[in-house]
């Protein structure tokens, strides 16, 4: 099992950036699928972004493709999801997860979960 801590989510205005970051525990990182997933009140929670363990491929929820970028850095146990262009229909909070699934998940099916940071968006 590994820890997740995301930081770096608040308030952002429309067409501006946020930039999340999630600090995960462990020696075993690389192993990792992970993800970001997404949840505003009375909702489900929804796809947003995903990487492989080693980087090479990532996968994109279609509303945010263009805008949302996921990136990892394995020397430092970190994976980042780089927010651009927001929209107020961004807002939610955003949760990094993990899984060492041989498949990446592109849905919520993650096992591992950070505690979720807010992110809110202004007109």
């Known amino acids: 099992q590994v820890q997740l801590v995301e930081t770096g989510g608040g308030l952002g205005q429309a067409g501006g950036p946020l930039r999340l970051s999630c600090a995960a525990s462990g020696r075993t990182f690389k192993t990792y699928n992970m993800g970001w997933v997404r949840q505003d009140r009375g909702k489900e929670r929804e796809f947003v972004a995903a990487i492989s363990r080693s980087g090479d491929n990532t996968y994109y929820e279609d509303s945010v493709k263009g805008r949302f970028t996921i990136s990892r850095d394995n020397a430092k146990n970190t994976v980042y999801l780089q927010m651009n262009s927001l929209k107020p229909e961004d807002t939610a909070v955003y949760y990094c997860?993990?899984?060492?699934?041989?498949?990446?998940?592109?849905?919520?099916?993650?096992?591992?979960w950070g505690q979720g940071t807010q992110v809110t968006v202004s007109s």
């Open positions: 997860a993990g899984t060492r699934k041989l498949v990446v998940p592109t849905t919520p099916a993650y096992d591992d």
